[in-house]
């Protein structure tokens, strides 16, 4: 459990997850070493949409985008923006991920999706997910996460509500039929 790199993973929240930021929720992991992990949780949407979220920072955004919304990517730093996307695009402050998906925390990815430059698949979060040296692997033997190899379309080409079922299906398990009791053998 000491050498464990959750990069590219999906954690799902256990039914027994008592911090609310986390009870029902899907984070991907964007980077996990031994420094810690950062992640971004992909299955709670809050109430703002791309249009108003642009205006805010004063840039236009194509028509088709307007109704797409805004997530609650964790609980720190909420008030600063975190874009999941597909490569090749790289920005300022890009971290590639996997071949699949790269995150950026820059404003230019925002101003290439103003300009219809931007990455084909993108998801905006506020915030994001934090552990230390060392948390997740002890939140992983306490039973708070399952962990599975990330499905990029899990979190491109679903809607969010169906999102932590879906990362359930990869693992072969039903959500609705884990309890929230931990067992240990």
């Known amino acids: 459990m000491d050498t464990v790199n959750l990069t590219h993973h999906f954690l799902i929240a256990m039914p027994n997850m008592v911090d609310p930021n986390f009870h029902g929720s899907l984070t991907y992991i964007c980077e996990h070493n031994e420094q ?3 992640g971004v949780v ?3 949407p809050i109430e703002l949409d791309l249009s108003t979220l642009f205006e805010q920072i004063g840039l236009s955004l194509p028509e088709r ?6 997530y609650f990517g964790g609980p720190v730093q909420t008030e600063r923006g975190f ?3 597909t490569p090749p695009l790289t920005f300022s402050s890009t971290l590639t991920v996997s071949d699949a998906i790269s995150l950026t925390t820059s404003k230019d990815v925002l101003e290439a999706v103003s300009k219809g430059e931007g990455p084909e698949k993108f998801m905006v979060s506020l915030g994001y997910a934090g552990w230390s040296p060392g948390q ?3 939140e992983l033997k306490q039973n708070a996460w399952l962990s599975v190899a990330a499905d990029p379309q899990v979190i491109f080409d ?10 359930m299906k990869l693992l072969g398990i039903d959500f609705a039929s884990l309890s929230d009791e931990a067992g240990h053998a």
């Open 136 to 138: 997740l692997e002890e």
């Open 42 to 44: 992909v299955n709670r």
């Open 83 to 85: 874009v999941l996307h």
């Open 158 to 167: 679903l809607p969010p509500e169906t999102r932590l079922n879906a990362a």
């Open 65 to 70: 985008l307007h109704s797409d919304i805004v």
């Open 36 to 38: 810690g992990a950062l």
